[in-house]
């Protein structure tokens, strides 16, 4: 019987999540030895530069300009960003900048998923020797690297959960000198809410860790691993897996090839068929194991790699691949070799993706009738698919964040089973109100957006956890379509991002009531007149006339189905 020794970054629930990792009872310990100095916290809010639209300074622009200041002043700094693009963007900037003090810009690096591991490594040596004066990361460097000691870190934007912002603001200030932490707060309504109340920082507890040892999509994963060390007999058992789901699994296994069933009197004996290494295929960061090579066409050479879902994004044809501070345009994406080629370039812009979305329940497990006043709306709980394409892509202008121009984008879409919560509004509640369906539609799709913000504050995760999209719940698998025709009962759809589900979904239907009145308290408590990032989001109905009562016209309907805000 194997001894488990578990090490985790700042959870809520440290001893559960052990025990759900191996399946046995664990003891805690939870006191920490490490020394720490003083520390001065900061919650900069960039002020207001257009308050009908609640729209303020860049908050990437604003970090760049702290962290400007703090390298010109000899302090060693890491920056944190919450995306790819942003981490490289901030980077070019920092450069840009730095460049008019006369400081070297090889001082400044990036640091990332996708680089190189020998790209990694030498920016860890570099840091921890002190030869770099600032980098800028993505959450790749929150935890298990040993970057030496740094005296001020700022966060560009919320990173989602309470557990990532303080394992940021742990990295600096690992000696008994003073440090300092910044939190730059973005538009997002997560970003406001903090920036409105900076004590929830110190006082919110700190994140649950959540996992589903049985989620269809990872247990195949391990089935496999296990099967290739040992064959499974009839009467083994794996974790908590049912016996009958787990005859199922390997059924499914053997019957595409992976293990080979042979017949004894106890019953089947799965043996490992393929001549793969099971391990090589599992990821340890994600659901999901399928990376491209990026190989930049001037020199044939490998320069990074990308997981398979962000390459739709990121490394479509046309796309700006941005790496350690230079630009590459992408000529080709071969799916079939997983290879994306690159050439360098230097535009003055930057891409990012349109990406539309579809739902389709495949099966109900749950409904429920949400009535608060005259409009009863039906409520859903069910395992779903969810096909996500990649329209488009916009540029945008560095320094300016102009949009520039667009592109078209033909790439497959992406398909996932998962499970979602959904709420739907009956098409004669539509037909009723005077305004056009399209101003409905955009006002609904508001509404889902302040029920994705409360939904992932309330459950205490990182908001890219929880998808959302608006469609129909008798639609058939199919291409995104943006439906909206006679018959089309809106149905917003929040579902978990992860392949399988984690329990997310099953939470907010239990809590349908209480979210519908939490997005109303968000959408009431807004400064705003008309919508804005922190609350409901821009208008996408194209009726200019209506676009100044876009806010009105959400909250009315939510007063249309009795929804209030109990004070």
């Known amino acids: 019987s194997p001894t488990f020794l578990f090490a985790s970054a700042p959870i809520g629930n440290p001893r559960e999540h052990a025990s759900r990792l191996c ?9 920490s030895g490490a020394p720490t100095g003083p520390r001065h916290v900061i919650v900069y809010n960039p002020p ?41 963007v901030m980077l070019k900037y920092l450069r840009d900048r730095l460049a008019r003090d006369q400081i070297d810009p090889s001082a400044i690096h990036a640091y990332r998923g996708g680089y190189l591991p020998q790209t990694r490594r030498r920016i860890e040596g570099a840091l921890r020797e002190g030869e770099i004066r600032c980098v800028v990361a993505t959450n790749a460097l929150e935890l298990g690297i040993d970057i030496g000691a740094l005296d001020a870190v700022v966060c560009a934007g919320y990173p989602g959960t309470m557990a990532g912002l303080w394992q940021r603001f742990g990295r600096a200030g690992r000696r008994r000198d003073l440090s300092l932490a910044v939190l ?59 016996d009958d789901a787990l005859g199922e699994a390997l059924d499914y296994l053997a019957d595409n090839g992976v293990v080979h069933a042979a017949s004894t009197a106890a019953g089947a004996i799965y043996h490992w068929a393929s001549d793969s290494y099971p391990a090589n295929g599992v990821s340890l960061r994600s659901a999901s194991w399928d990376n491209f090579v ?4 001037d020199g ?35 799916f079939d070799n997983h290879k994306a080629f690159v050439r360098h370039v230097k535009p003055d812009y930057y891409t990012t993706a349109m990406t539309h979305s579809k739902v389709t329940v495949l099966e109900q497990d749950q409904s429920a009738t949400v009535d608060l006043g005259e409009v009863p709306l039906d409520a859903g709980l069910g395992d779903v698919s969810v096909i996500e394409k990649v329209v488009g892509y916009k540029k945008i202008k560095f320094h300016t964040h102009e949009n520039v121009g667009y592109g078209e984008v033909h790439l ?105 009145r939490r997005a109303r308290h968000l ?24 676009e100044a009562a876009r806010k009105r016209l959400v909250l009315g309907l939510l007063d249309a189905v009795g929804v209030s805000v109990i004070h």
């Open 23 to 31: 399946g046995a009872p664990v003891e805690l310990i939870d006191e």
């Open 48 to 88: 207001v530069i257009n308050a009908e639209l609640g729209m303020r300074q860049s908050y990437i622009k604003t970090a760049v300009r702290l962290t400007q200041d703090l390298v010109r002043a000899g302090v060693p700094t890491l920056v944190f960003g919450n995306s790819r693009n942003g981490v490289e």
């Open 184 to 242: 730059v707060s973005s538009s997002n309504p997560v970003d406001q809410f903090m920036a409105r109340h900076p004590r929830q920082l110190i006082s919110a507890p700190i994140e649950h860790a959540r996992i589903d040892p049985d989620n269809i999509e990872i247990l195949i994963q391990h089935l496999k691993c296990a099967a290739f060390e040992l064959p499974f007999e009839a009467d083994d058992v794996f974790g908590d897996v049912p």
């Open 294 to 297: 990026i190989v930049d066409l």
């Open 300 to 334: 044939d050479r490998t320069i990074a790699e990308m997981d398979w879902r962000s390459t739709h994004t990121m490394l479509h044809e046309q796309a700006i691949y941005q790496h350690e501070g230079g630009q590459y345009q992408v000529e080709r994406l071969d």
């Open 412 to 516: 497959p879409e992406m398909q996932k089973h998962t499970t979602a919560f959904w709420l739907t509004f009956p098409e004669d509640f539509v037909q009723s109100q005077p305004e056009s369906r399209a101003v409905i539609v955009d006002a609904l799709r508001g509404l889902s957006k302040a029920m994705h913000v409360v939904g992932a504050v309330g459950l205490m995760i990182d908001p890219r956890d929880l998808g959302r999209t608006l469609g129909s719940c008798h639609e058939e698998e199919g291409p995104p379509a943006k439906g909206q025709g006679p018959g089309f009962d809106p149905t917003i759809f929040l579902y978990d991002t992860v392949a399988g589900g984690i329990g997310l979904a099953s939470r907010l239907f239990e809590e349908r009531e209480e979210l519908l």
């Open 523 to 546: 959408i009431e408590s807004c400064e705003c007149s008309e919508g804005c990032p922190g609350c409901i989001g821009p208008d996408t109905s194209g009726d200019d006339d209506l």
